[in-house]
């Protein structure tokens, strides 16, 4: 079975642009949560879905967007993009809500440098 | 709030050597604990987890870990190092508190020495 896909792999852009990360959950997985991962650091929670619904946010300011679409993709967008913004993005899935549930797959990540 | 403590953000151990990598939390609340292995440019795969019943988790590539509530600690052990260890390990705590997000540690960076 396919594991959690993220695309694209890589991405160079400038501060101020604006930027779309996509990520396609595990078969069968309606939850999807989005992380970002500074250099050295532990990864820090941005935006959790279930059934196309924000149902959990971070501490992540408004720049920060996501959507779940009906087939449970997802996309984060991060609008005037800042130099701090350069991490790696990890997505993550699971099957839905609740305890017996918690457990989330992760994606390989995008990397995304902003120069 | 949740949080979590790594102890010791680089360790060194020899090939065959005891592994061991210090997690302790902070919940309100019973908590569901993690450890994930990240190598280089790759995402976080799940070593094990603690969600309720036994204490001592067994995990993959001979991992374990125990929960100790009275210490709030969640520490990572394998009995002998190999080569292919090496990789970032990191701790994280949830609960089923309606927003199923992660708290990860600062993460340990593992290196074994031939």
């Known amino acids: 079975d396919a594991g959690v896909t993220q695309s694209p792999t890589h991405l160079i852009k400038t501060r101020g642009q604006q930027v779309t990360l996509r990520c396609s959950p595990i078969?069968?997985?309606?939850?999807v949560s989005w992380y970002q991962q500074v250099l050295g650091q532990g990864p820090q929670f941005i935006f959790q879905?279930?059934?196309?619904?924000?149902?959990g946010r971070g501490n992540f300011p408004d720049r920060f967007s996501a959507r779940q679409f009906p087939n449970y993709s997802s996309e984060l967008n991060v609008n005037a993009l800042l130099l701090g913004d350069s991490a790696l993005y990890l997505c993550?899935?699971?099957?839905?809500?609740?305890?017996?549930?918690?457990?989330?797959?992760f994606g390989p990540g995008t990397r995304l440098t902003v120069l | 709030a949740q949080s979590v403590t790594q102890l010791g953000s680089h360790v060194s151990v020899s090939e065959g050597a005891l592994v061991l990598l210090r997690c302790n939390y902070s919940?309100?609340?019973?908590?569901?604990l993690f450890w994930y292995v990240q190598y280089p440019n790759q995402g976080l795969q799940l070593l094990l987890k603690y969600t309720t019943g036994a204490t001592l988790v067994k995990g993959i590539n001979g991992f374990e870990a125990e929960f100790k509530k009275s210490e709030t600690s969640f520490h990572l052990t394998k009995p002998s190092a190999h080569m292919s260890d090496a990789a970032e390990y990191f701790c994280a705590v949830s609960r089923d508190s309606g927003t199923y997000k992660y708290i990860f540690g600062t993460g340990t960076r593992l290196k074994v020495l031939a």
């Open positions: 078969s069968g997985h309606k939850s």
């Open positions: 919940s309100s609340v019973p908590p569901y």
């Open positions: 879905y279930y059934e196309k619904e924000e149902r």
């Open positions: 993550a899935s699971s099957p839905g809500q609740g305890a017996i549930y918690n457990e989330q797959f």
